[in-house]
């Protein structure tokens, strides 16, 4: 029988870590109550393995998820293991295309990234993942699989039904998908035990009413190095060292270079606030995923329309790998934005309100569930977009555009409501965001699904 030590190192997540250091700082945060009952799950999950799978251990939400989970599951008693699966360039090109087909791009080959997506499996999927394929085989059926996302949501077919408990936990807004690839997917997802979504809303309409579909938001870390405490020196000098200039405010977003993310909006809204008055300056801090095939393409774009700016010498692009520089942002900030088009969920925003930070988003997707306009930050309304990303009525983006940088001068003339707004922000994660009380709801599911 296939062991985790048979499946190669590239491809497992290490869970060596200060255990009693974890459990201890949440025991700060949360109390000791909120520690004890999640220490009891290891007790009913005694003798049962959670095994997570997706396609990539660094860049995106996913993995800032599972990296920080899986490490409190296991200081927790909760035997718990994470592993990557291997793909090929045009495997990743594909899921790419799944992605964003799912999120509602329009004119997809749908019937093309089907076939290749099949055919990978058919034909790469041993070679390249022969050992991960086989253990997760022999695992007992009183054991878990997650698998995240489109990219090995085709594992089901290597597993038997009587195997382990399947769940597939998706993290896409799928309120309008593309139709054909919806309904490969939802073939697909339909064999698992249990279907996991942000929320509800995103995928019980293709499903056909089955009924073992679960909500579960995602969480962030409050003690990873994005988001931990930080003395304010070394936020100024992570900051300056990027050419921010001290005592001007600082409007930041923090996102992939994605269309859904509106960069080039971003700038826009930027234009906008200096065109009325406000000197400030903009960072787009932007980070990598080797899943994401489209970023270098993006980051061109971008580019060239920053270069194109008449405000071009206040606009800072900053890849935004190092976490370090990415929590230093977020602290240093007038204003954290996330002018998506449309959103999962978003962490960003998570790690922004969690830091008291003043907050402009978009009201759409998953945000829609964090941010309450005047009362823990403000939203603009969304506009209404095609599935390439793109408006599909330029008077209603420029309203859109208007509309939120109308919300971002409000924000930087909130004056002492900041602190309140903060507050109320921070406190909002702490209670319903936190990796902690995710880890609960996750457990839940797995347990009600067993």
Known sequence: MNSPQSI???????????????????RRLIGDHAVADLQAYGDRLAGRKIVHVNSTFAGGGVAEILQREVLLANALGISTEWYRIRGNADFFETTKGFHNALQGKVNVDAAGLIGRYRSFYANGARELNGELIAYLQHLSPRDIVVIHDPQPLHLINFLDTDGPVKLWRIHIDTTCPDRDTMAYVSSEAIRYDGIISTMKEYVTPHLNGLG???????????FSEKNCDMDAGEVRRRVAAYGIEAGRDLLVQVS???????PVGVIQVFEKVRQ?????????????????????AMETVVRERHRQSPYATDIHLVCGDDP????????????????????????????????EAMVV??????ITLQVKDGYSGFTAPACGVNGDARSMDGDDYENHIKGFADKVICALEAGEKRAVLGSRGRQAVIDK??????????LDIVLACA
Do not use: H
């Open 433 to 442: 965001f936190l990796t902690t009380s995710k880890l609960k709801n996750l």
């Open 276 to 296: 009325q008055g406000r000197d400030c300056q903009l960072a787009l801090v932007f980070n990598s995923a080797d899943d994401d095939p489209e970023g270098t």
């Open 324 to 355: 370090w520089d990415v929590n230093a942002f977020q602290r240093y900030a007038a204003v954290v934005m996330q002018k998506s088009l449309r959103e999962g969920f978003g962490l960003t925003v998570t790690e922004a309100l969690f830091k």
């Open 212 to 222: 073992n579909v679960y909500a579960l938001a995602p969480s962030i870390d409050p």
């Open 361 to 366: 988003a978009t009201e759409v997707g998953g």
């Open 8 to 26: 190669p190192a590239d491809q497992t997540f290490c869970v060596d870590g200060d255990k009693d250091g974890l459990v201890a700082a949440y």
């Open 256 to 262: 992939r270079l994605d269309p859904w993310k509106d």
